[in-house]
């Protein structure tokens, strides 16, 4: 854990695509050792989740240290980090900044969000807001959370990071560099790297449609059983080619959100045999894929970054709930059919510049991190303390046992639940009746940031 410049940086996280997302940001900083912290919660990635999470980062097995929560104070002030990049889902970053705000030696807290993050919401900022840094990874992003924190009166610093996943820009077995400039000048944006000097090896024919499930959208079950008739349709319409269901977790295994209707019980016991599962990584699943299919997930960055068409469907609309609207002005919205036909595209470059495919040099949130943690060696970055719970200590157990699960074992933290649970059921939804105003809801898909709760009942205890 010693590095650029000397400047010693820990990940904090637990669930899968959090591991994936601190340990790609980290693994991409030149000459940097970073060290994972795992922390037990209901989310906690398991040990094949993590090799997925890790795989092409950098980071190896003995580049991570799994803990219950009870031993992370300790294990941080031994180790002393100058940065802690804290990667987690909102209520895991608060907990684990009461935990910061007891060292001695204070590091610079970094916080971010694992994919797409349009629309901006208002508890994502909220829960990072005592943070030092907010890490972005688009230009629309960087104006959608200024805008999301003049409204609500929140002051964080964001800083652009080129999303770890739209790095690699071509399905060769050596990378090669290419500018944005080359992947918006080639028609329909897809990069073509420079010929090498020396010749590299091919890969087979690329075939496979991939489809990135994702638990949150579509939330409905009927809606996720025509996506499951849609990949038989698929399967059944070329058995030369297979069909990927590329899932988060195996059975028994968490992820960041909860799955109601996971596509093992929607798909058909007896589907064709080219309509296969995969639970390795994405970057796995994508080497022989011909296209990608998903409503809204991240991996349609990665695959463009690749060269690899894409349908973001489009067949339930588009809306700030099924969390598409990102996909406005690109291109890659389409329908069922379209993925039963085969019929991908590439995304427009305009679309490129302003979403995820911005220029190397424009990603500054290491050099942005390296001045914090001058500032704070020289006195000059004061902290940016969690203020105490407004209930006091049974408020800050409550929170506790919210993201711990059963980890934590306190009485006070049962008794804090048993009173909870019930209360903030009527508070959040007397908050949904408080509609705002200027576009703030998530009815609203014109603008890029939410005032209101988001619709997912997504609670963290499993």
């Known amino acids: ?87 987690g889902r909102g209520p895991f970053v608060r907990l684990m900044g009461r935990v910061i705000d007891t060292l001695t030696h204070r590091p610079v807290t970094v916080s971010g969000l694992p994919g797409m993050a349009i629309p901006a919401q208002r508890g994502a900022l909220d829960y990072r807001r005592n943070t030092d840094l907010l890490v972005v990874h688009s230009h629309r992003e960087e104006r959608a959370f200024a805008e999301l924190g003049r409204r609500v009166g929140v002051t964080l610093p964001t800083a652009l990071a080129t999303l770890p996943f739209a790095r690699r820009r071509q399905r060769i077995l050596r990378p090669e560099r290419v500018s944005v400039e080359a992947l918006a000048a080639r028609p329909g944006g897809v990069a073509v790297a420079e010929r090498p000097a020396q010749p590299v090896a091919v890969r087979p024919p690329a075939t496979d449609i991939v489809f990135a499930a994702q638990a949150l959208v579509p939330v409905a079950r009927e809606e996720r059983a025509e996506i499951a008739s849609m990949l038989v349709r ?34 058909p016991s007896r589907r064709p045999d080219n309509l296969v599962y995969s639970y390795g990584s994405m970057a796995s699943a994508l080497e022989s894929a011909a296209g990608l299919v998903t409503v809204s997930s991240t991996a349609a960055i990665e695959a463009t970054a690749l060269g690899i068409p894409v349908i973001a469907l489009d067949s339930f609309g588009v809306s700030k709930s099924l969390l598409n609207t990102v996909f406005v002005g690109s291109g890659l ?8 036909g085969g019929r991908f595209r590439h995304a427009h470059p ?56 059963r980890e934590d074992r306190t009485l006070q933290g049962a008794a804090a639940l048993a009173l909870g649970v019930p209360a903030t059921r009527a508070l959040a939804a007397l908050r949904r009746r408080r509609e705002p105003s200027e576009g703030g809801t998530w009815a609203d898909a014109s603008t890029d940031f939410t005032l209101e709760p988001n619709p997912f009942h997504d609670s963290m205890r499993r």
Do not use: C
């Open 234 to 267: 698929a399967a059944e319409a070329d058995p030369a080619r297979r069909v990927v269901v590329k899932l988060r977790s195996r059975p028994g295994e968490s992820e960041t959100h909860l799955e109601r209707d996971p596509y093992t019980e929607l798909l």
């Open 1 to 87: 854990m010693t590095d650029a410049a000397g400047i010693r940086v820990v990940a904090i996280a637990d669930a899968d695509s959090f591991v994936k997302w601190s340990a790609a940001l980290l693994g991409a900083v030149p000459g940097l050792r970073p060290h994972l912290l795992l922390v037990r919660t209901p989310l906690t990635a398991s040990v094949d989740q993590q090799r997925s999470a890790l795989a092409g980062t950098g980071l190896q097995t003995e580049d991570v240290t799994r803990v219950g929560f009870a031993e992370a104070a300790g294990w941080l002030e031994g180790q002393r980090p100058d940065v802690v990049l804290l990667a």
């Open 333 to 340: 919205l389409g329908g069922r059919s379209e993925v039963v």
């Open 350 to 405: 305009e679309w490129l510049r302003d979403n995820y495919f911005h220029s190397e040099a424009e990603s500054t949130w290491w050099e942005r991190t390296q001045e914090l943690v001058a500032m704070r060696r020289a006195g000059a970055l004061p902290a940016r303390r969690l203020p105490a719970a407004r209930g006091g200590s049974m408020h800050d157990a409550w929170h506790r046992a919210s993201v711990l699960g």
